[in-house]
């Protein structure tokens, strides 16, 4: 297990530059003075989501506000493979963990969608409250492991949404666990695949997706994958898939 990051880090979505003063919104001012006990004059750093972040100090300190003077700033956007997840809406709270730790192993979008066999199906008030939730976790996996670029959560989309929303030449994987003879190792390690940045990987429901799934992706240029031997949970197997093309584009080891 990764420890917890030394300096306390904080997402602020603002532009910031060496020297000006910003004032904290509520739920930072209530983080740093009551869970980090936090005092002025203590530093911490501030990350915006978008591959930018701050050394900064607390300047002010009271029951309901903080201000922080930024003294250094700094781009920290990681080069290298941009990956999507598609992932089929699991049970329960699968997609928690999904979302926390591909977050945590460099997965730029994650697309949540419904497969004909995911058990969930949400409404659509549902759907946008979870996709919420979803991004929040997404936040707080980038300032626990130091990621300053936080990966975007989509709406639920159907399959069919899904498949099509890929980006414009990249690499489509599908993982499928009846696909015996290519793995996603060795498809990764192709000369052809090795050349693009841009990663798209399908994973499945509970139940695995139905074969028309299976041929309307192989018609859009989405290669069928396997893992191994062994049936791997949903969430392991996208935890797995991630940690296996990081490893590849040696972003891991």
């Known amino acids: 297990m990764t420890p917890e990051l030394t300096t306390p880090r ?3 979505p603002e532009e910031m530059e060496v020297g000006s003063r910003l004032r904290l919104g509520v739920d930072n001012r209530r983080y740093i003075g009551n869970v980090l006990r936090l005092r002025v004059g203590d530093r911490l750093i501030l990350f915006d989501g978008r591959g930018k972040e701050c050394d900064a100090v607390i300047r002010e ?8 003077e ?7 956007s990681t080069a290298g493979v941009r990956v999507t997840l598609a992932q089929a809406l699991p049970k329960g709270s699968k997609m928690d963990v999904i ?15 419904h497969s ?23 936040v707080e996996a980038c300032r626990q492991c130091g990621r300053a670029d936080i990966p975007e959560v989509t709406d639920v989309l159907s399959f069919e949404e899904a498949v099509e929303a890929g980006v414009p030449g990249a690499l489509k994987l599908l993982l499928w666990e009846e696909e015996r003879e290519r793995r996603a190792r060795e498809v990764l390690k192709d000369e052809n695949a090795a050349q693009t940045d841009d990663i798209v ?14 041929d309307r992706a192989s018609k859009l240029q989405y290669l069928s994958v396997g893992l191994g ?16 093309i ?8």
Not at 70 to 76: C, P, S
Not at 207 to 213: D, K, L
Not at 234 to 244: H, K, N, R
């Open 229 to 244: 031997r062994r049936i791997l949970k949903v969430e392991t197997a996208s935890i797995a898939i991630l940690t296996i």
């Open 116 to 138: 004909l066999r995911s058990i969930p199906r949400l409404p659509a008030e549902k759907s946008r409250l979870k996709t919420a939730r979803w991004q929040k976790i997404a």
């Open 246 to 253: 990081q490893y590849e584009r040696g972003q891991l080891g």
């Open 61 to 68: 300190l009271d029951a309901v506000s903080a201000a922080v």
């Open 99 to 113: 979302v926390q730790k591909t977050t945590e192993l460099g997965v730029t979008r994650v697309i949540p969608f």
């Open 70 to 76: 930024i003294l250094e700033k700094r781009d920290v």
């Open 201 to 214: 990987v399908m994973v499945g429901p509970e139940g695995g997706f139905a074969p028309s799934e299976v």
């Open 10 to 12: 904080l997402y602020l």
